[in-house]
C-alpha cells in the first residue's frame, strides 16, 4: 500500500426528495440555481427530503480496499454515484485523483439487435477505451467471457449468464487508478466467478477501491478496512472483522408477525420450550403443543429453518410425527440436529400435513428464532465437521509406491 | 524504474455551481466535446445498423416521407383544393426542397430529447462525455439529410434545373437551419426529462408549425397567418436556402443572417444548460 491518497471524501452529504411530482420540481429549481450561479440552500432540507448520505469522510490510497456495507437504502449506491460523478454533493467535497472506473452497470450500451463483437466496442467506448485499445484485447475479451461461437451472433439470443459475462469480461479489462465496485465482483458459475476474483484481484494491486457488497465473506476476502452505513450515516469505520460483527449483529431477527394456519380438526397450536443457542453439532429442542378436535393422521411434517432473508438453510423431514395424532391436547419434545450450519440467527417454518398430504394440520411460519454459533458464513448453507487421520505406511498403495 | 505516479488527474465535486468557475467550466466543456467524438460515432452506427438490420426495406425507409409529403401536395396543388400563390419555381420542386429542409430543422428540433430519453440508464450509471449523445443524434439527422438529396438530384433533373451560382451557399443554409433546431431542441431537454409534457407535445406543436412556414406554399400577404410567417424564425432560413439552392436570389438575407447569429449564441447556451443540469436529472430521473 503506498502513501497516495487517490480518494478524499470529507463531509459529504446528499439529500432526496421522497415524492416524485415535488422531486421533479425541485429539480427544475435545482437547475435554474445551478445555471445562474447560485449555490445557496444545499444545506437545508425543504419539505419531503431527507438525507441520503450525512456526514461522510474516508481516505482510500492506493493498493488498498475500502468495503462499504448497509441494509438496502443506507445511501451505499448514492455514494458511489457522487464518488463516479454522476450527481453531486449538496454539502462537503469529493477528490478523485487518476482515472476513474467503475464496474457497476455492466453490458452498458448493448444493442440486442447487433452482434456480441459489435457490443464489445460500443460498450469499450462507453467506459472509455478507444477502439485501438479494444482491438487489441478483443481476443482476450471474447476468450475470457466464455462465449465461444455466439460472439458474432446477435445479443438477444444470448442467456442473461452469457450477457453479463460479456459485459463484465469488457469493464475488467479497465485499468483505473480508482475502482468502484458496486456489488459486481464476480458473476457467472464458480467457475467464472474465481477467474472474476483473479482479475479484479490484480486491479486491486494498483488501484485504490471501494466496493459495495451485501455477502459478508466477499468483503472479508477483498477488504481491508469497511465503513458501516446506517441511513446515510457512517456508523463505523474500521477493521474489516470488527465493522462485519457490529453489522451482523444489528440485523434483528425481525420477530415478524409469526403466522399460524391450522387445519379444521385443530384446536390450537404452539412451540413452547425453544433451545435458544445452538452451536456446532449440537441439537435444536422445542415441544409441540396441538390440540385436537377430533383424531387425524398427519402423513407429512417438515421444519425449514430459515435466515433473515427467507433463505431456507435447513430442511428437517420428521418421520417420527406421521401419526395419529389423539383428539384433546397433545405435547411432543422434538429434537432436531445434530446441526452443521453457519453462525447466525434462524427462524423455525414448521408444517403438518394430513390426508395424503392434501390438507393442512398446521402451518407455523417464523415460529421460533434460535442463534448458531458455528463457522462464519462463507456463502453455503452447511458445513459438516471433518477429521483427518494420518495413515501407517503399511497400506497398499504406500507399499506400491516404496517398491516402484 | 521509477513510475511517477505523483501526476495524476485530479477531480473535485463540490456542491458549487460549475458556473463559478467558468475558465474551468470552458475548457472542460471543450475536452469533453473532443473526447467524445468517438463514443458518438460508435452510438450513431450502433443505433443506424440495429434499426435497418430488422427491416426489410432496410435505407429506403428515409426516402419515403419526403416522397409520400411531396406528392400529397402536388396533388392537393393540382386538384385546386391549396392555393400555393406564385413562385419561380416548378411546384413539385418547390415542395420538394421546402419538405426536405423542414425535415431537418423538425428531426433537429426532436433528436436532442430523444436521444437522452433514450440513454437513461446509462446516463445513470456510467460516467462518459455526456455531449456524445447529443452528438450520435446529430449525426443520425445529418446522415437522413444527405440520402435525401438523392431525390433533390433526382427532382432537378426531371425539371431541368441548373443550380445557380448560389448553390454551395445553401449548405451553410442547411447548416443553420441544423442549428436552430438543434438550439430549440437542447433548451427544451433539461425540462423534457422531467416533464414528459415537452416531448409529447413537440410532435403537435411542430406539424402546427409547419403551417405557417413557407415549406409547401408562399406566405400570404396578410392575416394571421402571414403574421406568424413573419415572426417564426425558421422562414428565412427555409426561404434563402431554397432561393440560393434553386434560384439564384437572396431576398430573406438579412433576417436569415440575424436569426443565425441568434442561433450559435443560444446554442451554446443550450449546450452549457445541458451540462449544467446532467448531474440534476440524473438524481431524479432514475434508470
Same mark, same amino acid.
Given at each position: 500500500?503506498?502513501?497516495?491518497?487517490? @480518494?478524499?471524501?470529507?463531509?459529504?452529504?446528499?439529500?432526496?426528495?421522497?415524492?416524485?411530482?415535488?422531486?421533479?420540481?425541485?429539480?427544475?429549481?435545482?437547475?435554474?440555481?445551478?445555471?445562474?450561479?447560485?449555490?445557496?440552500?444545499?444545506?437545508?432540507?425543504?419539505?419531503?427530503?431527507?438525507?441520503?448520505?450525512? $456526514?461522510?469522510?474516508?481516505?482510500?490510497?492506493?493498493?488498498?480496499?475500502?468495503?462499504?456495507?448497509?441494509?438496502?437504502?443506507?445511501?451505499?449506491?448514492?455514494?458511489?454515484?457522487?464518488?463516479?460523478?454522476?450527481?453531486?454533493?449538496?454539502?462537503?467535497?469529493?477528490?478523485?485523483?487518476?482515472?476513474?472506473?467503475?464496474?457497476?452497470?455492466?453490458?452498458?450500451?448493448?444493442?440486442?439487435?447487433?452482434?456480441?463483437?459489435?457490443?464489445? +466496442?460500443?460498450?469499450?467506448?462507453?467506459?472509455?477505451?478507444?477502439?485501438?485499445?479494444?482491438?487489441?484485447?478483443?481476443?482476450?475479451?471474447?476468450?475470457?467471457?466464455?462465449?465461444? $461461437?455466439? @460472439?458474432?451472433?446477435?445479443?438477444?439470443?444470448?442467456?442473461?449468464?452469457?450477457?453479463?459475462?460479456?459485459?463484465?469480461?469488457?469493464?475488467?479489462?479497465?485499468?483505473?487508478?480508482?475502482?468502484?465496485?458496486?456489488?459486481?465482483?464476480?458473476?457467472?458459475?464458480?467457475?467464472?466467478?474465481?477467474?472474476?476474483? /483473479?482479475?479484479?484481484?490484480?486491479?486491486?494491486?494498483?488501484?485504490?477501491?471501494?466496493?459495495?457488497?451485501?455477502?459478508?465473506? /466477499?468483503?472479508?476476502?477483498?477488504?481491508?478496512?469497511? @465503513?458501516?452505513? $446506517?441511513?446515510? @450515516?457512517?456508523?463505523? $469505520?474500521?477493521?474489516?472483522?470488527?465493522?462485519?460483527?457490529?453489522? /451482523?449483529?444489528?440485523?434483528?431477527?425481525?420477530?415478524?408477525?409469526?403466522?399460524?394456519?391450522?387445519?379444521?380438526?385443530?384446536?390450537?397450536?404452539?412451540?413452547?420450550?425453544?433451545?435458544?443457542?445452538?452451536?456446532?453439532?449440537?441439537?435444536?429442542?422445542?415441544?409441540?403443543?396441538?390440540?385436537?378436535?377430533?383424531?387425524? /393422521?398427519?402423513?407429512?411434517? +417438515?421444519?425449514?429453518?430459515?435466515?433473515?432473508?427467507?433463505?431456507?438453510?435447513?430442511?428437517?423431514?420428521?418421520?417420527?410425527?406421521?401419526?395419529?395424532?389423539?383428539?384433546?391436547?397433545?405435547?411432543?419434545?422434538?429434537?432436531?440436529?445434530?446441526?452443521?450450519?453457519?453462525?447466525?440467527?434462524?427462524?423455525?417454518?414448521?408444517?403438518?400435513?394430513?390426508?395424503?398430504?392434501?390438507?393442512?394440520?398446521?402451518?407455523?411460519?417464523?415460529?421460533?428464532?434460535?442463534?448458531?454459533?458455528?463457522?462464519?458464513?462463507?456463502?453455503?448453507? +452447511?458445513?459438516?465437521?471433518?477429521?483427518?487421520?494420518?495413515?501407517?505406511?503399511?497400506?497398499?498403495?504406500?507399499?506400491?509406491?516404496?517398491?516402484? | 524504474?521509477?513510475?511517477?505516479?505523483?501526476?495524476?488527474?485530479?477531480?473535485?465535486?463540490?456542491?458549487?455551481?460549475?458556473?463559478?468557475?467558468?475558465?474551468?467550466?470552458?475548457?472542460?466543456?471543450?475536452?469533453?466535446?473532443?473526447?467524445?467524438?468517438?463514443?458518438?460515432?460508435?452510438?450513431?452506427?450502433?443505433?443506424?445498423?440495429?434499426?435497418? =438490420?430488422?427491416?426489410?426495406?432496410?435505407?429506403?425507409?428515409?426516402?419515403?416521407?419526403?416522397?409520400?409529403?411531396?406528392?400529397?401536395?402536388?396533388?392537393?396543388?393540382?386538384?385546386?383544393?391549396?392555393?400555393? #400563390?406564385?413562385?419561380?419555381?416548378?411546384?413539385?420542386?418547390?415542395?420538394?426542397?421546402?419538405?426536405?429542409?423542414?425535415?431537418?430543422?423538425?428531426?433537429?428540433?426532436?433528436?436532442? !430529447?430523444?436521444?437522452?430519453?433514450?440513454?437513461?440508464?446509462?446516463?445513470?450509471?456510467?460516467?462518459?462525455?455526456?455531449?456524445? &449523445?447529443?452528438?450520435?443524434?446529430?449525426?443520425?439527422?445529418?446522415?437522413?439529410?444527405?440520402?435525401?438529396?438523392?431525390?433533390?438530384?433526382?427532382?432537378?433533373?426531371?425539371?431541368?434545373?441548373?443550380?445557380?451560382?448560389?448553390?454551395?451557399?445553401?449548405?451553410? #443554409?442547411?447548416?443553420?437551419?441544423?442549428?436552430? #433546431?438543434?438550439?430549440?431542441?437542447?433548451?427544451?431537454?433539461?425540462?423534457? !426529462?422531467?416533464?414528459?409534457?415537452?416531448?409529447?407535445?413537440?410532435?403537435?406543436?411542430?406539424?402546427?408549425?409547419?403551417?405557417?412556414?413557407?415549406?409547401?406554399?408562399?406566405?400570404?400577404?396578410?392575416?394571421?397567418?402571414?403574421?406568424?410567417?413573419?415572426?417564426?424564425?425558421?422562414?428565412?432560413?427555409?426561404?434563402?436556402?431554397?432561393?440560393?439552392?434553386?434560384?439564384?436570389?437572396?431576398?430573406?438575407?438579412?433576417?436569415?443572417?440575424?436569426?443565425?447569429?441568434?442561433?450559435?449564441?443560444?446554442?451554446?447556451?443550450?449546450?452549457?444548460?445541458?451540462?449544467?443540469?446532467?448531474? &440534476?436529472?440524473?438524481? =431524479?430521473?432514475?434508470?
Amino acid at each position: 500500500m503506498s502513501d497516495e491518497v487517490l @480518494i478524499k471524501v470529507d463531509g459529504v452529504s446528499k439529500k432526496f426528495c421522497r415524492s416524485l411530482k415535488k422531486s421533479l420540481w425541485y429539480g427544475v429549481k435545482d437547475i435554474a440555481k445551478e445555471a445562474f450561479g447560485l449555490s445557496s440552500g444545499h444545506d437545508r432540507l425543504r419539505p419531503e427530503e431527507f438525507w441520503a448520505v450525512n $456526514d461522510v469522510s474516508f481516505e482510500v490510497k492506493r493498493g488498498e480496499c475500502l468495503g462499504l456495507i448497509g441494509r438496502n437504502g443506507a445511501g451505499k449506491t448514492t455514494l458511489l454515484k457522487m464518488l463516479n460523478g454522476l450527481i453531486k454533493p449538496d454539502k462537503g467535497r469529493i477528490e478523485m485523483r487518476g482515472r476513474v472506473g467503475a464496474l457497476i452497470a455492466l453490458g452498458a450500451g448493448f444493442n440486442p439487435i447487433l452482434t456480441g463483437r459489435e457490443n464489445i +466496442y460500443v460498450n469499450g467506448s462507453v467506459l472509455g477505451l478507444t477502439k485501438q485499445e479494444v482491438g487489441e484485447k478483443i481476443e482476450e475479451i471474447i476468450d475470457f467471457a466464455e462465449i465461444g $461461437d455466439f @460472439i458474432d451472433s446477435p445479443v438477444q439470443n444470448y442467456s442473461s449468464g452469457m450477457q453479463i459475462r460479456l459485459g463484465f469480461a469488457v469493464a475488467s479489462t479497465l485499468k483505473p487508478d480508482v475502482l468502484i465496485l458496486d456489488e459486481v465482483l464476480a458473476v457467472g458459475d464458480a467457475n467464472f466467478q474465481s477467474k472474476c476474483f /483473479q482479475r479484479i484481484g490484480k486491479i486491486v494491486e494498483s488501484a485504490a477501491v471501494i466496493f459495495v457488497s451485501h455477502y459478508a465473506y /466477499q468483503i472479508k476476502k477483498m477488504c481491508d478496512r469497511v @465503513i458501516l452505513l $446506517d441511513h446515510g @450515516i457512517m456508523v463505523e $469505520d474500521g477493521e474489516a472483522g470488527k465493522v462485519l460483527e457490529t453489522y /451482523q449483529n444489528s440485523q434483528p431477527l425481525q420477530i415478524r408477525e409469526s403466522l399460524i394456519l391450522r387445519g379444521d380438526d385443530v384446536r390450537e397450536v404452539a412451540i413452547e420450550n425453544i433451545t435458544t443457542k445452538v452451536s456446532t453439532g449440537e441439537f435444536l429442542e422445542f415441544d409441540l403443543i396441538i390440540s385436537m378436535e377430533k383424531k387425524a /393422521q398427519c402423513a407429512q411434517s +417438515y421444519l425449514n429453518l430459515v435466515d433473515g432473508a427467507d433463505i431456507v438453510h435447513a430442511q428437517v423431514v420428521i418421520p417420527d410425527l406421521e401419526r395419529l395424532i389423539p383428539y384433546g391436547h397433545n405435547r411432543y419434545h422434538i429434537k432436531i440436529g445434530p446441526l452443521f450450519l453457519a453462525t447466525g440467527r434462524y427462524s423455525g417454518n414448521f408444517m403438518l400435513y394430513g390426508s395424503g398430504g392434501k390438507t393442512t394440520l398446521a402451518h407455523l411460519r417464523h415460529c421460533f428464532n434460535f442463534e448458531f454459533l458455528g463457522v462464519p458464513n462463507l456463502g453455503p448453507v +452447511y458445513y459438516p465437521p471433518s477429521t483427518v487421520t494420518p495413515l501407517r505406511h503399511q497400506d497398499k498403495l504406500s507399499r506400491k509406491l516404496l517398491n516402484e | 524504474m521509477t513510475v511517477n505516479k505523483q501526476t495524476h488527474h485530479l477531480t473535485v465535486y463540490t456542491p458549487e455551481s460549475a458556473i463559478r468557475h467558468p475558465g474551468k467550466l470552458l475548457s472542460e466543456m471543450f475536452r469533453d466535446l473532443f473526447a467524445s467524438r468517438e463514443l458518438a460515432w460508435r452510438l450513431f452506427v450502433r443505433d443506424f445498423s440495429a434499426r435497418y =438490420r430488422q427491416s426489410f426495406l432496410g435505407y429506403l425507409w428515409a426516402f419515403l416521407p419526403p416522397i409520400v409529403g411531396t406528392f400529397t401536395f402536388v396533388l392537393l396543388n393540382q386538384s385546386g383544393i391549396l392555393n400555393v #400563390g406564385d413562385m419561380s419555381l416548378p411546384y413539385p420542386a418547390y415542395v420538394m426542397i421546402g419538405t426536405l429542409l423542414w425535415q431537418v430543422f423538425a428531426d433537429s428540433v426532436s433528436s436532442p !430529447i430523444k436521444t437522452v430519453t433514450a440513454a437513461k440508464s446509462m446516463l445513470a450509471k456510467i460516467n462518459f462525455p455526456r455531449e456524445a &449523445i447529443l452528438i450520435s443524434g446529430m449525426l443520425e439527422v445529418l446522415f437522413n439529410f444527405i440520402i435525401r438529396l438523392v431525390l433533390l438530384v433526382a427532382i432537378f433533373i426531371y425539371y431541368g434545373i441548373v443550380p445557380p451560382v448560389t448553390a454551395p451557399l445553401a449548405l451553410i #443554409g442547411v447548416f443553420a437551419i441544423f442549428c436552430l #433546431g438543434f438550439m430549440i431542441g437542447v433548451l427544451l431537454t433539461p425540462l423534457g !426529462i422531467l416533464y414528459t409534457d415537452i416531448g409529447q407535445a413537440l410532435t403537435m406543436v411542430l406539424s402546427f408549425w409547419m403551417l405557417f412556414t413557407p415549406v409547401v406554399y408562399t406566405p400570404p400577404t396578410s392575416g394571421l397567418l402571414a403574421g406568424l410567417t413573419f415572426i417564426n424564425p425558421v422562414s428565412p432560413l427555409i426561404v434563402t436556402t431554397r432561393e440560393w439552392l434553386a434560384v439564384g436570389v437572396a431576398s430573406n438575407f438579412i433576417p436569415a443572417f440575424i436569426v443565425f447569429l441568434v442561433t450559435l449564441v443560444l446554442l451554446f447556451g443550450g449546450w452549457l444548460l445541458y451540462r449544467l443540469a446532467m448531474p &440534476i436529472l440524473v438524481e =431524479r430521473m432514475g434508470g
